[in-house]
């Protein structure tokens, strides 16, 4: 992002809501230069990633159960939605943003993007697994070669097969 931002990238891919970082002249310089757009299409058609929001949840094991379930409901109902979008700050709520009120503080071409990819998007952003800490760990092999000055053509090549074959078995897993 503060290659992007320094303007020293062509493009950048990442959260909807890390946009305000390009526009803030104390660490950006392509705040007057920069435009937003849908996700390209590729082979299989515009299908980003969208994850409009992470999620609150209740611990099983709480005791103020009744409490947790009011906080959530002020937290993400639509009023507190319709006041956090309005500020800048993307929301989840198909209602919010049919709001046109709630998307004056986007830029334009921020707002017609992100509502497209809500459209397009697909719910998740990684492939869905029930051993989440095993693929973190293969998928992790690569990044710690590079990092350790290695190399990291024969760990990549390596670790996309072990994950390949993970995600066999992990699948067999769930279905059982």
Same mark, same amino acid.
């Given at each position: 992002?503060?290659?992007?931002?320094?303007?020293?990238?062509?493009?950048?891919? $990442? #959260?909807?809501?890390?946009?305000?970082?390009?526009?803030? =002249?104390?660490? *950006? +310089?392509?705040?007057?230069?920069? %435009?937003?757009?849908?996700?390209?299409?590729?082979?299989?058609?515009?299908?980003?990633?969208?994850?409009?929001?992470?999620?609150?949840?209740?611990?099983?094991?709480?005791?103020?159960?009744? $409490? #947790?379930?009011?906080?959530?409901?002020?937290?993400?109902? =639509?009023?507190? *939605? +319709?006041?956090?979008?309005?500020? %800048?700050?993307?929301?989840?709520?198909?209602?919010?943003?049919?709001?046109?009120?709630?998307?004056?503080?986007?830029?334009?071409?921020?707002?017609d993007a992100m509502r497209i990819n809500a459209e397009r998007g697909l719910g998740h952003?990684?492939?869905?697994?029930?051993?989440?800490?095993?693929?973190?760990?293969?998928?992790?092999?690569?990044?710690?070669?590079?990092?350790?000055?290695?190399?990291?053509?024969?760990?990549?090549?390596?670790?996309?097969?072990?994950?390949?074959?993970?995600?066999?078995?992990?699948?067999?897993?769930?279905?059982?």
């Amino acid at each position: 992002m503060p290659i992007f931002a320094q303007g020293k990238a062509g493009f950048y891919v $990442d #959260a909807d809501a890390v946009y305000s970082s390009f526009l803030d =002249p104390k660490v *950006s +310089t392509v705040q007057k230069t920069i %435009g937003f757009a849908p996700f390209p299409a590729g082979p299989a058609g515009a299908r980003p990633h969208n994850i409009p929001s992470w999620s609150l949840g209740i611990n099983t094991f709480s005791r103020l159960r009744d $409490d #947790a379930w009011e906080f959530i409901r002020w937290a993400a109902g =639509p009023e507190m *939605s +319709t006041e956090l979008q309005s500020a %800048g700050i993307p929301g989840a709520r198909t209602s919010v943003w049919a709001d046109p009120k709630t998307l004056e503080s986007f830029p334009r071409d921020l707002a017609d993007a992100m509502r497209i990819n809500a459209e397009r998007g697909l719910g998740h952003d990684r492939p869905q697994v029930l051993q989440v800490g095993r693929a973190r760990d293969i998928v992790g092999r690569p990044l710690v070669a590079g990092i350790l000055g290695e190399q990291v053509g024969p760990v990549a090549r390596d670790a996309d097969a072990e994950f390949a074959e993970f995600l066999v078995r992990d699948n067999r897993h769930k279905e059982s």
